[in-house]
């Protein structure tokens, strides 16, 4: 599973107030944290105005990359916003997002398409988000058209087929599913992803939604997800269905997991 760290995000309140005060040791410690434990990518995001974007982007992403060395997932709505950062990244990591709205694809493909970079493609496109499979599937594959054109390979694409809200869209999940499903028997190279915590906003005790939903997903080939790897739960979630689904042979990751203490034993001398 791909981990892509989900907290430096101004989206999220306690992020955002580190962002406006420019907190660089909360900043500096979400960074660390979600590195030691397992996140293969750090989402950055900076979540202010577009006036001021793109010079905290910058400040976000400096920081990041002085604190570790995990790889960056630049993340914009705006195209030229995460051009512009780009130069600013030390190594490839990942772009979050492209999708078949505005020309996104063909404004950002040509830039990335001979690199390293990582795409995340999101199933939406200028009509909004679907709720349908079917139309998920449809703007997956208009993007993977346009990829091709640019020979930036499956393996090279991320798409996220956008969950709803299930206290709104009670086949939230059913649709995610199926989507996820379709899209990778079409394009069997491609990796499938989330932002896991979409589907329980506004629900109660998200924490039971957000790891069920994540076994589920998993058991429809999911093979990397945005998510909090600091929380303990997730990951034993996470450690548990690989086991499951025979993706941790000889469940090494997950007794590794145990013995850490991750499931609340103590860690061995």
Same mark, same amino acid.
């Given at each position: 599973? *791909? =981990? ?7 989206? %999220? +309140?306690? #992020?955002?107030?580190?962002?406006? @005060?420019?907190?660089? !040791? ?92 990582? *795409? =995340? ?7 909004? %988000? +679907?709720? #349908?499979?079917?139309?998920?599937? @449809?703007?997956?594959? !208009? ?127």
């Amino acid at each position: 599973m *791909i =981990i892509i760290g989900e907290k430096i995000n101004g989206s %999220i +309140p306690s #992020a955002a107030k580190a962002i406006a @005060e420019r907190d660089e !040791a909360y900043i500096r410690e979400l960074a660390r944290k979600q590195s030691e434990s397992g996140a293969d990518y750090l989402d950055v995001n900076a979540g202010t105005p577009p006036d001021i974007e793109r010079e905290t982007l910058a400040w976000l992403i400096g920081l990041v990359q002085d604190e570790v060395d995990t790889p960056i997932c630049i993340d914009s709505s705006n195209p030229e916003t995460i051009l512009e950062m780009i130069p600013l990244v030390k190594k490839p990591g990942m772009i979050n997002s492209v999708s078949d709205e505005a020309n996104k694809c063909e404004r950002l493909f040509p830039h990335v398409a001979s690199g390293e970079w990582k *795409i =995340i493609a999101l199933t939406c496109d200028d009509r909004g %988000i +679907p709720a #349908a499979p079917d139309r998920k599937f @449809e703007i997956a594959g !208009a993007i993977m058209k346009k990829a091709d054109s640019f020979g930036i390979a499956q393996d090279r694409i991320f798409f996220d087929a956008l969950v709803n809200t299930v206290g709104t869209t009670p086949l939230a999940q059913v649709s995610f599913t199926e989507a996820s499903r379709r899209i990778k028997e079409a394009f069997p190279g491609v990796h499938l992803t989330s932002g896991l915590s979409n589907i329980s906003f506004g629900m109660p005790c998200r924490k039971a939604i957000n790891q069920c939903f994540l076994t589920l997903a998993m058991n429809s080939g999911l093979d990397s997800a945005i998510m909090d790897p600091t929380n303990s739960d997730m990951r034993a979630a996470l450690y548990a269905t690989q086991v499951l689904l025979a993706l941790d042979e000889d469940c090494v990751d997950y007794l590794s997991a145990y013995r850490g203490g991750l499931f609340g034993v103590p860690k061995k001398p």
